[in-house]
Each structure stands twice: as C-alpha cells, then as structure tokens.
C-alpha cells in the first residue's frame, strides 16, 4: 500500500462550523505534513508532524488545529473560518528518517474546501 | 531564505515530441535537492525526479531528464516523447540539505508550469 488517503474529497461548510479533515497512511511513515494550495498557486506547508510530535509550524491561524493520534493518522481540526481559507488541503507522507536527505514525500489526493 | 522561480506559466507541446520546462533558483546553501512533481487533474502531487546538488550527473527516469546546472542555478525538466497522461501541472521544488530533524523536510515550490499535450 503506497497511498495516502484523505477525506472528505470535498467540503462545504460556513464559518461557524467545526469541521475536520482526515488523512491516513499505511507505509510506515513517521513524518506526515499538512499542504494548503490555492488555486492555480504551489502548496505552502502548513504543519509538519514527525513521530508524532509537531515539528514545524509554519504560524499558521489557530482557526486550523491538528491532530497526530498515531503514526498512521494526521487530522486538521477546522473552526471559525474564513471565506479566503478555501482551497485544497494536501497531507503528505515521509518516512521520517533522519539520516535520509532526500527522502521522497507521498501525496494524498486533497480535500477541495469550500468556505461560505 | 531560497525562492524558486517558473517562468513559464504554460507549455503546449504535440504528442511524441519534446518539451522543455524552465527553474531557476536562489540559495545561499551549497548542499539541497531539488524536485520536479507533476499534479495531474486528479490534484494528487507526484514525484517526477529528483536530484542531489552534490551529483554533477542529471538524474533520468525513463522519458524525464534534468538539466542541472548548479552555478547557473537552474533545474530544468525535459520531457521526450509527450504522452497525453503528461498533461498536468508541474511544480519545481527546492529542499534544503539540512538534516531532516531541522529543515522538516519543507519543500520550497515554483509558481507552476502548466503542460498541454496536443494529440
């Protein structure tokens, strides 16, 4: 199993509702990252959580709040949003080897969401 | 802090023929790896190729080439015989050679290049 999955693939929601988005890996990865990508822009990182312990935070609004159950699990926890925070949220996946410096990430297909 | 620049928002080519896709970068850092990742219409982002900034030799895989250049600083991409599933957006990307622990792997991102691939 080589896929990172994610879901929803779409979400519509208001800005007072409390939403998560969901991202799960079966490869053993230790390191799983959290993508923003506005249309027709290159992903900024948001969140970066390696064996499960954030890492990297790249100041990103507290509106966005993740969550690293296990290795296998990355969620974003939404609330309060606002309309400019649609866009695709990509996860990514690595296997987290500190002594590997160019080890490759693995994409999820994105979450598509929609902030009205 | 490194920037990635694409100058070329998109590229049209005919099937079978040879495309060329432009990445210049700045970095003050002597040891990085660069990528190129393709995002088809499906959004997810796939590894394309990838190479080390210490390897004077271009990294290959299969019909994709890269053209490095380390003191000009650019990357560049050639794709041979163009293949309708090559349509897609592709993404240089620049990461520094920094231990994982202190660089987060991050990858830093060009704005995009969009190939259209004419049957």
């Known amino acids: 199993d080589t896929e990172v999955t994610q879901t929803p693939k779409h979400l519509v929601m208001g800005m007072t509702n409390k939403k998560s988005l969901k991202c799960e890996q079966h490869m053993g990865h230790r390191a799983m990252y959290w993508y923003k990508q506005k249309a027709k822009k290159p992903p900024e990182l948001m969140f970066v959580?390696?064996?499960?312990?954030?890492?990297i935070n790249e100041s990103v609004p507290s509106r966005f709040s993740p969550e690293c159950p296990n290795s296998s699990l990355l969620n974003l926890h939404l609330h309060a949003l606002q309309p400019e925070d649609s866009a695709l949220y990509l996860c990514a996946s690595s296997p987290g080897d500190k002594d590997r410096m160019n080890e490759k990430l693995f994409f999820g297909s994105g979450t598509q969401l929609s902030v009205l | 802090a490194q920037t990635v620049t694409q100058s070329q928002p998109e590229m049209s080519v005919q099937e079978a023929e040879t495309v060329t896709l432009s990445c210049t970068y700045d970095?003050?850092?002597?040891?990085?790896?660069l990528f190129w990742y393709k995002q088809p219409p499906s959004r997810q982002m796939i590894l394309v190729i990838r190479?080390?900034?210490?390897?004077?030799q271009n990294a290959t895989e299969n019909r994709f080439s890269v053209n490095f250049q380390k003191a000009a600083k650019s990357f560049s991409l050639k794709i041979s015989d163009s293949q309708l599933g090559d349509a897609a957006m592709y993404f240089c990307?620049?990461?520094?050679?920094?231990?994982?622990?202190?660089?987060?792997?991050?990858?830093?991102f060009g704005g995009g290049t969009r190939v259209l691939v004419k049957p």
């Open positions: 190479q080390e900034a210490y390897k004077q």
């Open positions: 990307a620049y990461r520094s050679g920094w231990a994982i622990k202190a660089a987060g792997n991050k990858l830093t």
């Open positions: 959580y390696s064996y499960e312990k954030l890492s």
């Open positions: 970095t003050s850092e002597s040891d990085y790896y």
